[in-house]
């Protein structure tokens, strides 16, 4: 797509609740990052893939937080047993290569109610 | 701790006139900085970046000025119109063990600007 799309667009679940936050990249981008961006705050580093190889998860803030991307493309955030702080705008971006100004999609809001 | 920071929340500005946005950083091994614009609803957009071997780049009506002894960057905008009307994020890259040459990025907290006509 022209794009990084992001779905779905808003997301509120109930604190316990498991979650799945979807992100297409761009076509053929090899680069895939995930942001947290709590509100009133800078996006925060989650994790970062190469093709479908997760080389850094040094962000995601506990267990309960999982990424894939098994074939390269699509990844898939996913949180489990949902906490109030969770709440926050999940970002996701992609670049081609090595390139610092990559692509974010508009995000989704999750609000643990 | 905030290793790139952003110590306005807010600035207004008069249409035509210079806006200009400041940005700290602490990590000195910090080698690429980057501005983008964020609209509510949207994702960042990437607006204007520089490399730590040069103290300036300008791009159209953006120029931004890196002072590395001070490790401190800022973004120009001149003249300033009402559609720059948005949040800026400063963002680093380079920094931290394990090498950070893919490109992950540290950001600061934002800067709403705010130009009236």
Redesign the interface.
Known sequence: GAG?SQSPRYKVAKRGQDVALRCDPISGHV?L?W?QQAL??????LT?F?NEAQ??K?GLPSDRFFAERPEGSVSTLKIQRTQQEDSAVY?C?S?IG??????????TRLTVV | DQQVKQNSPSLSVQEGRISILNCDYTNSMFDYFLWYKKYPAEGPTFLISISSIKDKNEDGRFTVFLNKSAKHLSLHIVPSQPGDSAVYFCAASGGGAGGTSYGKLTFGQGTILTVHP
Not at chain 1, 40 to 45: A, V
Not at chain 1, 98 to 107: D, E, K, L, M, P
């Open positions: 990084v680069s990052f942001y009133g705050q800078g996006p925060e580093f970062y190469q080389l850094d040094s970002l971006a670049t090595v390139n610092y100004g990559y692509t974010f999609g508009s995000g």
